[in-house]
């Protein structure tokens, strides 16, 4: 029995029409020879009825004061998937071509019990397999799975497998079932060179590597989750995106020894960040200042990024979501010094706050001749990551001189750098962001960048 | 085809591997003016260049900007950027600290930087991407913040899966 798993996106199973469109992408995979295995995701996107954010909103408006629990939210979020793979299957039988739908425990799919971000454990695809030697089609519901029951339990609990869960599961059932290819069917073409919003005629890849492929979407391109990606890479099988409403063949992800070498692949922007750069005291006390930094940071799960240590001080980039918690943790946070009466306040932004000022205040008259120092953190709000893309980039001399006279020669300001074994990164204003990915598209030339 | 049997799937959450990258040097390029920071900057990295140097880890400060370059070529960068004033460390090791999704794992930055100075390593550098957190420290230092940093995630080995 030759497998292939095809994997439809949201805007893929929104409404009927779309629906039969993505129905005969599975009849052909039939007519081919293929046993089909198809994966859904919830129909439509934020606002549509079915919508997993819609469907969450219901419950947050019983009371949004109080938080619902993450057993019972999880069971909530695979509702659009249940419905969505059941309108699926009976399409499908209805058009001649009889179909099982599944919930994602029931294909198999056992989790860890984290909820609301759960990884995928392990799979058993017996059930599945059962019902395609029947010669039916199997339609399962993405982004979902059942974790181990807890003590004293017989039946564990749903679980869902956060961002891009449908890719993960597409490409987990892929592996366990030895599927012959998994096809990812979205609205676009395939992977694009850069956002089509961005530059217009960004041409879509024809061959992209596993690692190219995890590192784009890990840096905000959306057509393809790195879990999947890697999921994909791990088990060697062949992977695909392409369009549900074209005949495009879309992007086949390929392993690094069937690519053509390539320079650099594509451009992403990743979120919105603030920048906050900590002058830190010129003493030995600094490094303590900023690993207590971080730790306040990370208990309060404030994500850091765009690392980096200066003469001054050091560096870091947060969500612009977190800022207000960010500023509501550090900013008129005393830190006592180790070394008897010296005192550190942490002040964010230019301007103290009253609450830095408070603590000053307090600290000068209750602590009479101690030495009391600010630790300022410069921010620089309205911020994102561009990142690009390439293969080896590092083996050549002068790649970051190229990327950051790029963004110069546009005048765009370039705050911090990272970089990975495939990637490079730069800080940059938000309203740059279009004017970089152009800039940068066009200085290496991305758009000749057509086949692989 | 599988026979349905059980596969198992992810990469564990948390750090799932720590390697060491010896023989390296750490150069800081210190002093440049500030009404001119960038071109100086790309000046600098130009010569860099026009030198055949391959710089690792590039970080951007204040008043310069800091990089890794293999041991043997410190002083050949040295030379590329004489009239610039550069502080050039040999003995240094890159750290890579790799954990799946790291941007998604709120404290494990800090967790991995308390860790490695618990070892006693004092951090020259720190940068980061999505899957791995990268550390510059003394090369004398770097194993034992790597076994420091295995145990305290639970590693057995150089990798877990």
């Excluded at chain 1, 208990?299 to 980096?308: A, F, K």
């Excluded at chain 1, 390439?390 to 005048?411: H, T």
């Excluded at chain 2, 020259?124 to 791995?132: F, L, P």
Aim: glycine share 8%; aromatic share 4%.
């Amino acid at each position: 029995m030759r497998i292939k798993v095809l994997k439809f996106g949201g805007t893929s199973v929104e409404l009927l029409a779309q629906r039969r469109q993505a129905a005969l992408k599975v009849i052909q995979a039939k007519e081919q020879g293929f046993a089909p295995v198809v994966v859904v995701s919830a129909a439509g996107r934020a606002g549509s009825p079915y919508a997993t954010d819609t469907l969450v909103a219901g419950l947050v408006e019983v009371d949004s004061s109080l938080a619902p629990n993450p057993r019972e939210l999880d069971m909530m979020m695979c509702c659009g998937e249940i419905m969505s793979a059941v309108l699926f299957a009976h399409l499908l039988t209805v058009l001649g071509h009889p179909a099982t739908a599944f919930t994602g425990g029931q294909a198999g799919i056992v989790t860890d019990d984290v909820f609301g971000n759960a990884r995928i454990v392990e799979v058993n695809p017996a059930d599945i397999l059962h019902v395609l030697q029947e010669g039916k089609v199997c339609v399962v519901c993405g982004f979902q799975g059942v974790s181990n029951p807890p003590p004293g339990a017989v039946h564990g609990p749903i679980t869902t497998l956060g961002r891009g869960g449908s890719d993960t599961t597409a490409s987990a059932l892929g592996a366990a079932l030895k599927a012959e290819a998994v096809e990812i069917y979205t609205d676009v073409d395939g992977v694009m060179s850069a956002d089509p919003k961005a530059v217009p005629d960004a041409p879509t890849l024809r061959q992209i590597t596993y690692e190219e492929v995890a590192e784009l979407a890990h840096l905000g391109a959306k057509v393809l989750h790195p879990r999947a990606a890697e999921i994909a890479m791990q088990h060697n099988i062949p992977l695909w995106v392409k369009s549900t409403f074209t005949n495009d063949p879309g992007t086949q992800v390929v392993s690094g020894s069937e690519a053509t070498v390539r320079r650099v692949t594509g451009l992403t922007t990743t979120g919105q960040v603030v920048y906050l750069n900590f002058v830190l005291p010129p003493n030995d006390e600094a490094r303590h200042i900023e690993m207590e930094i971080y730790r306040l940071l990370g208990e309060q799960d404030i994500v850091v990024m765009m690392l980096g240590v200066g003469p001054r001080g050091f560096g870091l980039a947060v969500p612009r979501t977190d800022f207000g918690k960010v500023r509501s943790v550090l900013d008129g946070l005393v830190m006592p010094s180790e070394r008897g009466r010296r005192f550190h306040i942490v002040q964010i932004g230019s301007v103290r706050s009253a609450a830095t000022e408070a603590q000053y205040d307090l600290l000068s008259k209750s602590a009479g001749d101690a030495d009391i120092r600010f630790v300022v953190a410069e921010t620089t709000e309205n911020c994102t990551v561009v990142s690009m893309i390439a293969y080896n980039y590092l083996d050549q001399a002068g790649v970051y001189l190229e990327v950051l006279r790029a963004l110069d020669d546009a005048g765009i300001p370039v705050w911090q750098t990272s970089d990975s074994a495939h990637s490079i990164s730069c800080l940059i204003p938000e309203t740059d962001a279009r004017r970089a990915i152009v800039a940068l598209h066009s200085h290496f030339e991305l758009d000749k960048l057509t086949m692989g | 085809m599988s026979t349905g049997s059980h596969t198992s799937f992810e990469r564990r959450r948390g750090v799932n591997a720590v390697r060491v990258r010896d023989g390296l040097a750490h150069l800081q390029v210190v002093g440049l003016p500030r009404e001119s920071l960038m071109p100086s900057r790309l000046a600098a990295l130009d010569r860099l260049k026009q030198a055949g140097i391959k710089i690792d880890f590039l970080k951007l400060t204040s008043d310069g900007f800091t990089f890794v370059v293999d041991e043997k070529m410190a002083s050949d960068a040295a030379a590329a950027l004489v009239g610039t004033e550069v502080m050039a460390t040999t003995g240094r090791a890159m750290l890579s600290v790799h954990c799946a999704n790291i941007r998604d794992e709120a404290g494990i930055v800090g967790k991995i930087a308390e860790s490695v100075m618990a070892s006693g390593a004092r951090i020259e550098q720190v940068g980061d991407s999505h899957d791995c957190i990268l550390l510059v420290v003394e090369s004398d230092r770097a194993n034992d913040a790597a076994a420091r940093l295995r145990a305290d995630f639970g590693l057995d080995g150089d990798d877990a899966h």
